[in-house]
């Protein structure tokens, strides 16, 4: 349940914290007020799109903040699965916050979090209904999800064991679509020549794996070799055959250290380690004169060096960066041509695979069609009892069955069929349900789950949509009843519905200095008396008025 909301820099509110009691919270105001505004910051906390004209003019950030407390199950399992944790006292706080450039920020207990992660999280929280809910009723798409919805528990086993076959059944379709890829046999027979002629072209590069890098070094090589000459001749000159050079004046100090190395033994030390470096000196000037000497630069071996890369580089161009990705190419294009040959057979094959997964799948479509039939009865004779509470005592409300093809959710076709009022046909919900008929029907649903799911706080907005008099009495009374077991939030403009109220806030637009503020106070129950006579007679208030909002609230008590 939600035990405190906090806003800064929401559209008309500048700060506000409102801690929010358990059972029925009843919201009212004038029109423009801003009622709008808690809904949409709660939806912020629950993974919504950021619109930015919800950032208060004039502001550079805004921040939502929830703060809940809970020991679902089913929050824990989300939360274990993505790293995060209640504290110790089970409490969970979501913040938003919101930027004027657009951006935003979702936190859960102190950590960042994808908007992903935090509608998992708030989805095991609260459940928000507002119109858009209410209008999903009239998709008739939306239907089959109602209805695994109220028999989640019932029908977990049966989607399961049918979603393992389909997910089977998806892969062997996939690579038979792959495989034919609805082409005729001119398309099929031009693929077999481009593939053919892609294997021939690779092969007859006869490539191996390094030799493009060794071919760079000796072409660089070729390419500097006037250079490579002069320098190595150079270099031979001032080591050993030039007029002066290394190995000379070496040999020279040997001799000169030679001559007084007897006196002292670090003197003989360094002429030993001189005369070592003459000696290898005169190894490397023997290295390179042999280097010099076989030196052999012939302008036609550039030439051929200069083809083969030529070569390598355009297969690189057409099949990849490397000689690997080049050779890797090669054998998916055989494993390639090896299917398109072998096709008939592998398509014959996966054909007679589908076939059996389509037996195995059908049998267990049939039990989850079965299962969706007897939780179909349940939800309609629950349906029917809310739906009479309610007031609506000559509907008739059935789930119609159709066949469709395989799909991941089963073969079921399903659609909401109803009469609300006595004498008239049965007929697709959309075709004859009116906004006030659809509040009620939409409530009897809630009603229903909220004896199901461990979601602890339900959110009502435009749940008095079309309706007045008895009708907003009667719901009022249910929204009551569910308070009893769940938080309960509703936003509400009916006095009959607002006396229910075991909390009571009222939101109000005031100015000053030039700008727009909006606050929400708790009621107490003088407060309250004024605010269901203002809901009854807007702002002509009379002592009449005052007694029927006493009146209306005492009853509501009892």
Known sequence: MILELYMKNCALVEELRLNIDENLNILTGETGSGKSIIIDALGLCLGEKYDRSFLRKGTDKGLVEVVFYSRNSNLEKVLKE????????????ITRIIYADGKSVARVNGRTVKMGVLKQIA???????????????FNKETHIEFLDLFGELELEEFKHDYKDIYAKYSEVKKALNVLTENKDDMQIQREIDLLKFQINEIESANL??????????????????EK?????NLSYQNLYDGSVN??????????ELSAISEYDKSLSDYNNEIERIMYELQDISRDIRNYKENINFEPYELEQIELRVDEINNLRRKYGDSIEEILEYYNNTKSRLDEILNRDEKVEELKS????????????????????????????????????????????FKVNFEESIFTSNGKDDIEFMISFNLGEDIKPIYKVASGGEMSRFMLAFKTILSDIDQIDTLVFDEIDT??????????????????????????????QIAANADTHYCIEKSTSNERTFTTIKKLNYEQQKDEIARLIAGSNITEK???????IIELAKR
Request: aromatic share 2%; with cysteine.
């Open 82 to 93: 993505n790293d995060l944790e209640l504290d110790e006292d089970n409490l969970l706080v």
């Open 353 to 396: 695979e589908i076939i059996k997964l389509e037996k195995t799948l059908s049998v267990k479509a049939q039990a989850l069609t079965n299962a969706r039939k007897n939780v179909a009865i349940k939800l309609e004779e629950a349906l029917l009892v809310e739906l009479k509470s309610l007031n609506m005592k000559n509907v008739i």
């Open 208 to 225: 191996s794996k390094d030799e493009y890098d060794d071919l760079l070094k000796q072409r660089d090589v070729y390419r500097n070799s």
């Open 228 to 232: 490579i000459y002069s320098n190595l």
């Open 123 to 137: 989805s095991t929280l609260i459940d928000v209904h507002g119109q858009h809910q209410t209008q999903a009723l």
């Open 466 to 495: 079309g309706i007045s008099g008895i009708a907003a009495q009667i719901v009022g009374e249910k929204l009551s009843n569910i308070g009893k077991k769940k938080q309960v939030i509703c936003i509400t403009h009916l006095p």
């Open 246 to 255: 290394a190995v000379d004046l070496i040999g020279n100090a040997v001799r």
């Open 545 to 551: 008025t005052m007694e029927h909002a006493t009146e």
